[in-house]
């Protein structure tokens, strides 16, 4: 057991901690004082515990609890038995879409009228317009050389082009592998209400159903009850979390323990939920930039995921293109498709950012978040 920037550690790699553990909260004689100089202080040496910085000079620092978790653990869903229930539920939520385009292309005259239909399916369905133009483009020559207007042809050409689209060739694999001796670090980050700590909470899940050791950091101080969701998630599969107890806490302080007591805890992943912001407002954008930067003093971030509501279409879009100017985000996560017949966001979010989808979320389930397959998601907006 080691003593991390006033939080009592007791994780230990190569053999996971007891469930149920629970470890004490308060500093000692061994915590850390800060230097005034803007540059990385040294801890006082410790018998038996690794030598990791403390926080930066102008990181407000403050008493960070690691709250452990309680008797009771959930076995999570196994993330290949989602995939099927994920890709039922989109395909009875996008029929619209799937249905309407496979019924205008199986008809018996595909004149400029139904090009025009078709073309304002895609448009309704937040595909965007120059994805719109290529697939409408791409489908015209199709249907021109094909020659058949047997549904089943119509399907397999749709299948093909929307595939296409949406770029198989995308890699959509989540950084969660230690490297370099450190777990990886994955920041999460998004407006307000788009299900951000709901997403981390489900993610850990997804990362405890893979066999591994997880630490969450509670970095969203604004928001009064988000440390305690994000604790409650952790608790339900025995995963621990870094928070604060005190009100509006500098966020870079406590994503800052977090990380460290991940590194000394020896976990494979450690992640930050940050608070909800609005992507117009300056401030709250640098503070996201400074949370990113102060974590990057003691390891990487393997991954910036922005969660990004499915219902709010093309507005998405304005969204995730300031944070990631911001954050440089690596991956998106889709939640609430369930409720949309939108399904062309992935498209165009894609497109416009050259960031893949990596995850999507289809339902208010503990379990219903599930990594994103090009074939599984087009297959279910066809059925």
């Given at each position: 057991m080691?003593v ?12 996971r ?15 850390v ?12 040496p ?9 926080a ?5 620092v ?44 199986s ?10 239909e ?7 369905a ?10 409408v ?13 047997d ?40 407006v ?8 981390v ?7 405890v159903?893979?066999?591994?050791d997880?630490?969450?950091g509670?970095a ?16 339900r ?10 009100d ?5 302080s ?28 300056v401030?709250l ?20 995921l ?78």
């Amino acid at each position: 057991m080691v003593v991390v920037g006033g939080i009592i550690v007791g994780l230990v790699r190569g053999g996971r901690k007891p469930r149920g553990t629970v470890y004490p909260t308060t500093r000692d004689e061994n915590d850390v004082a800060l230097g005034g100089t803007g540059t990385l202080t040294e801890e006082r040496p410790r018998t038996g515990a690794t030598q990791v910085p403390s926080a930066p000079a102008g990181t407000e620092v403050q008493d960070h609890a690691l709250v452990e978790e309680v008797p009771g653990i959930e076995t999570p869903a196994p993330v290949a038995g989602r995939l099927v229930r994920l890709r039922e539920r989109l395909a009875k939520s996008n029929t619209a879409f799937g249905k309407g385009l496979l019924a205008l292309l199986s008809s018996d005259k595909i004149d400029e009228d139904v090009w025009d239909e078709i073309e304002e399916t895609l448009l309704l369905a937040d595909l965007g317009p120059e994805p719109t133009t290529e697939l409408v483009d791409a489908l015209r020559e199709r249907v021109k050389v094909l020659g058949s207007r047997d549904p089943e042809h119509v399907r397999a050409l749709l299948r093909e082009e929307l595939i296409k689209l949406i770029d198989p060739a995308m890699d959509r694999s989540l950084n969660t592998s230690r490297h370099d001796g450190r777990p990886a670090v994955l920041m999460v980050v998004g407006v307000n209400g788009t299900g951000k700590t709901t997403t981390v909470g489900k993610l850990a899940r997804v990362l405890v159903a893979e066999d591994k050791d997880v630490l969450l950091g509670a970095a969203d101080t604004f928001r009064a009850a988000a440390a305690e969701q994000l604790a409650t998630w952790g608790r339900r599969v025995g995963v621990p979390t870094v928070k604060s107890d005190v009100d509006g806490a500098d966020p870079a302080s406590v994503a800052f323990d977090a990380v460290r007591a991940g590194i000394e805890g020896e976990v494979d992943v450690v992640m930050i939920d940050t608070a909800g912001r609005l992507q117009n407002k300056v401030g709250l954008m640098d503070e996201l930039g400074k949370v990113k930067r102060v974590v990057e003093k003691l390891a990487t971030v393997d991954e910036v995921l922005l969660v990004l509501d499915a219902t709010t279409g093309q507005n998405g879009l304005n969204q995730a293109r300031v944070f990631s100017e911001v954050v440089n985000i690596s991956g998106i996560v889709l939640t609430k498709l369930d409720g949309t017949a939108k399904g062309g966001i992935v498209v165009a979010i894609q497109k416009s950012l050259g960031v893949p989808v990596k995850l999507i979320g289809l339902g208010e389930g503990a379990d219903d978040l599930a990594p994103f397959d090009v074939e599984n998601f087009v297959d279910a907006l066809l059925a």
